[in-house]
């Protein structure tokens, strides 16, 4: 089983639309938690992190985590086109290195 | 402003030969981490270091090396360098502490035919 898995998508939503990413984790004494987004050709940017059970708002991102389920996710509210891009979910399993899932790529219909 | 660098940003390589990639940081971070990325398995950690002359492997090392002489380099090495091997490369740093992620490079990507 690996650390952390995604729902593979690809996931397509209308522009407008919430967009619903899943990610669960295999340790349970995982700590810290963070949604990257990454663009085609680009590097990772970090746009979300929670470490408390419960939801954290930040704009139009709402992250999302049970320690319990071991589940975290991300919804993405009021879809834009320049929200297509590929999310990583990313676990800190131990001291300070992560655990990244293997992405699940959002395309947003105009 | 500080940042993280990585050199060359495209690299194009022989089979067997040695590549060196650079990584630069300028945060003061103690923690260095190089990961590879291909389609299929989102990124996979190489080797990371937590502090001057501490260097670990990750889960994929076999065919590489580190070196940490100082806290702003992590310079990762190909031995011999094989078409299995050919990947886009990511440098990133962080703070000590739970609550941090990581501030990633730009990316090299290394073909090696």
Redesign the interface.
């Known amino acids: 089983q690996k650390e952390v898995e995604q729902n593979s998508g690809p996931l397509s939503v209308p522009e407008g639309a919430i967009a619903s990413l899943n990610c669960t984790y295999s340790d349970r004494g995982s700590?810290?938690f963070?949604w990257?987004r990454q663009y085609s050709g680009?590097?990772?940017?970090?746009i979300m992190?929670i470490?408390s059970n419960g939801d954290k708002e930040d704009g139009r991102f709402t992250a999302q985590l049970n320690k319990a389920s071991q589940y975290v996710s991300l919804l993405i509210r009021d879809s834009q086109p320049s929200d297509s891009a590929t999310y990583?979910c990313?676990v800190?399993t131990e001291?300070?290195?992560?655990?990244?899932?293997?992405?699940t790529t959002v395309t947003v219909r105009a | 402003d500080a940042e993280i660098t990585q050199s060359p940003r495209h690299k194009i390589t022989e089979t067997g030969r040695q590549v060196t990639l650079a990584c630069h940081q300028t945060w003061n971070h103690n923690?260095m981490?190089w990961?590879r990325q291909d389609l299929?398995?989102?990124?996979r950690?190489i080797h990371?270091s937590?502090g001057v002359h501490d260097t670990n492997k990750?889960e994929v090392s076999d065919g590489y090396s580190v070196s940490r002489s100082n806290t702003e380099d992590l310079p990762l090495t190909l031995e011999s360098a094989a078409s299995s091997q050919t990947s886009v490369y990511?440098c990133a740093s962080?703070e000590?502490?739970?609550?941090?992620?990581?501030?990633?490079?730009?990316?090299t990507r290394l073909t090696v035919v």
């Open positions: 700590q810290s963070f990257y680009k590097s990772p940017e970090l992190f470490y990583l990313a800190k001291n300070y290195k992560l655990s990244f899932g293997a992405g | 923690n981490f990961y299929g398995h989102g990124l950690l990371y937590y990750g990511f962080n000590d502490g739970y609550n941090y992620g990581y501030t990633f490079g730009s990316g």
